[in-house]
């Protein structure tokens, strides 16, 4: 059996992002999004939300880029000396290496952060974070904490398969080499993640298909990972949006490839290759 969950990041950041969202949902194959708490357009990303209740929305939860949630007093160690979040994952790894962020204060932010979508009348489906985050321990561990707080079970398997099938699209593509070199360098974290996991008692995919296409993610690549012999629950992640002058100002390298995915997404192949492979397309609600 196989089910599979298309999910698109990144709901909040900005309206462009949202309505691609929400355009992928009704007229393409995404079935779940995670919402960003300080994304600058999280308001209108609930409104859509509570529009579309056939889209499961989960947390992405974020401690790189943006403004925290909780009040700064709370989380000084974690913050820039503007007050921001680290701007890139290496920066917030530098500060986890050197232990000068204590654990509790990035379980104060994740906690606010699902307090604020929470508070909006949003049952979470699940939880994942901006730029992978979680796999580091020590965000996995404070994830734990925060996510078990608000009764939350499921949490993205961000490790995705060094070998997967992913289509010819990319492979000579220099953003796909580095992709896949990212994609590698995390794995010696997955033993240390599976344990976490079992402890917490957190339901999560088999598999995860998306971080060597970011950026590249077109209709051959998805139907080249429908097609691929795996077996039990998958998610494909994705970025889809509608390029605006509001998102080329966004701090984010993802821009028209935005609306490349979104186009992708939107194939109506893609929904009869999933009938045709006897592939499930589902949310969190449907695992967890």
Known sequence: MKRLIINADDFGFTRGVNNGIVQAHKQGIVTSTTIMANGQAFNEAVELARENPGLGVGCHLSIVGGRPVAPATQIRSLLESDGSLPPTW??????????????EQIVIEFRAQLERITRCGIKLTHVDTHKHSHTHPQVMKALAIAAGEFGIKCVRNPFENVFARVGLAG???WSF?????????IQPSVIQFKRVIRKAGFETPNRFFGVKLTG?????????????????????????GIYDEELEQARTRLKRERERELEALCDPSLRLIAERHGIELIDYRGLC
């Open 177 to 185: 080499v580095k992709q896949s070199a990212l994609s590698a360098a």
């Open 171 to 173: 492979v000579a593509n």
């Open 216 to 240: 590249m993610l077109d209709s051959m690549a998805i139907r080249s990972m429908m097609e691929a012999p795996w077996e039990g629950t998958a998610e494909l992640m994705c970025h889809p």
């Open 90 to 103: 290496t920066r917030l790894a530098l500060k986890l290496t050197r232990r000068a962020v204590p654990p």
